[in-house]
């Protein structure tokens, strides 16, 4: 499964983006994993952004990303989109897709199997 993230850039503080994350390859396998967004800041460890369960019903998201980030899959198009709300200077980060086809405990497991290459988000002014 290969994953391609999209919608990054530069945006100022207090606007929105929406990231996408394509898969392609054995996506027959789509409609049974579990996908997930991490992000990774500058001198920083990669971090759990949210994930989805592979139906869609359940999602997670990290304490701090509850309120201005929402996770969404399309089985149909093999795609899941992050929308990041009001954003924030620290949330300046690459931000990665992914994948995992065994069924962990927690929604919240950061094993993941497939990873993006990851796309830029900078916020400034």
């Known amino acids: 499964v290969q994953l391609v993230e999209s919608g990054g850039g530069l945006v100022r503080p207090g606007g929105s983006l929406r990231l996408s994350c394509a898969a392609s390859?054995?996506?027959?396998?789509?409609?049974?994993?579990?996908m997930g967004w991490f992000r990774q800041a500058p001198g920083k460890e990669r971090e759990i952004v949210a994930a989805?369960?592979?139906?869609?019903?359940?999602?997670y998201y990290a304490d701090s990303m509850k309120d201005r980030f929402t996770i969404s899959r399309d089985n149909a198009k093999n795609t899941i989109d992050l929308q990041i709300d009001s954003l924030k200077p620290e949330d300046t980060a690459v931000y990665y897709c992914a994948a995992r086809q065994r069924l962990r405990q927690n929604l919240y497991d950061v094993r993941f199997d497939y990873w993006g290459q990851g796309t830029q988000v900078t916020v400034s002014s």
């Open positions: 989805i369960s592979r139906s869609g019903s359940n999602t």
């Open positions: 390859g054995r996506t027959s396998s789509i409609y049974t994993m579990d």
